[in-house]
């Protein structure tokens, strides 16, 4: 029996909900079997980022020009396509920085703001269609 591609994408967030996912595995691991985990960057390996994916599962809110273009990539490759936690489905913990002007906010974090492409903190369906949320 073929099993279903995973990939567990991470973008701004502190990693909790995907921490999770593996903490509880034993508690799964029926379920983990029946899947083929292709691409996670907490992963012993991180693997395969390319798709097609059957379910692509997206942790973090989306802070950065470049993780709305990898996003849309990842979302054109996935049957599935499931935000996981407050960070993904609502902004969470990144979105704090939104009621402040964003170059405030960089001058306060980084010295050198050239290398910095940040944008207000957005939920994963501000930007492609989700199929459901966890």
């Known amino acids: 029996m073929k099993k279903n591609r995973i ?6 967030c502190c990693a909790g909900c995907q921490f999770q996912l593996f903490f509880f595995q034993e508690h799964v691991l029926e379920t983990l079997a029946a899947v083929d985990i292709v691409y996670c960057k907490m992963g012993a390996s991180g ?14 809110a989306i802070t ?12 054109e490759v996935s049957h ?7 960070c993904a489905v609502n902004g969470g913990i990144p979105a704090i920085k939104d009621i402040y002007p964003e170059m405030e ?12 492409h940040s944008v207000k903190a957005h939920p994963i369906d501000d930007y492609v ?4 949320y966890v």
């Open 7 to 12: 990939a567990i994408f991470k973008y701004s």
């Open 47 to 60: 693997g395969v980022k390319e798709g097609p994916f059957e379910v692509a599962l997206i942790e973090g």
């Open 64 to 75: 950065e020009s470049w993780q709305i273009d990898e996003l849309k990539r990842v979302r």
């Open 80 to 86: 599935f396509l499931i935000p996981i936690g407050s």
């Open 105 to 116: 906010v960089e001058k306060r974090v980084y010295q050198d703001l050239s290398v910095i």
């Open 129 to 132: 269609r989700v199929d459901g």
